[in-house]
């Protein structure tokens, strides 16, 4: 039986952005989001993506908790202040021994970069914890 183009393009769409909506969701979600990928794919006879997405579920149950996430995300969380640290020492030591203004500019960038990337990893773990009683 043939499917709606329509309906086939927004399946197609939402498992294409289902690792970005992973990020942010608990364990139990992670196992439903794996369920519904494997049922899509056994549908349309994808043995190979089935085979991944039921090693797949099986660490996700076998290894997903609540506890672990918050745990990889405030991981996650302090490698990147790390990170903001040390780029900020980079760029006050460029400051202090008179280096150019490109070699300030480029540690600023870097710095930014750092922040940026703290900034993520914040908001994921905002987003992460928005469903956690």
């Not at 995300?73 to 202090?96: C, G, M, P, S, T």
Request: charged share 30%.
């Amino acid at each position: 039986m043939k499917q709606p183009l329509g309906f086939t393009l927004a399946l197609l769409c939402a498992t294409a952005v289902a690792p970005v909506w992973a990020q942010g969701e608990r364990c139990d979600a992670k196992r439903v989001s794996l369920e519904k990928e494997i049922a899509y794919a056994k549908a349309h006879g994808n043995a190979q993506r089935v085979a991944g997405l039921e090693t797949a579920l099986a660490n996700v149950k076998a290894n997903c908790t609540d506890a672990s996430l918050d745990a990889r995300q405030q991981k996650r969380i302090r490698a990147a202040q790390d990170k903001v640290e040390e780029r900020q020492r980079d760029l006050d030591k460029a400051k202090a021994d008179g280096k150019s203004q490109s070699k300030i500019d480029q540690r600023q960038r870097k710095l930014d970069d750092a922040h940026q990337e703290l900034e993520r990893a914040q908001i994921g773990a905002a987003t992460a914890n928005q469903g956690k009683p």
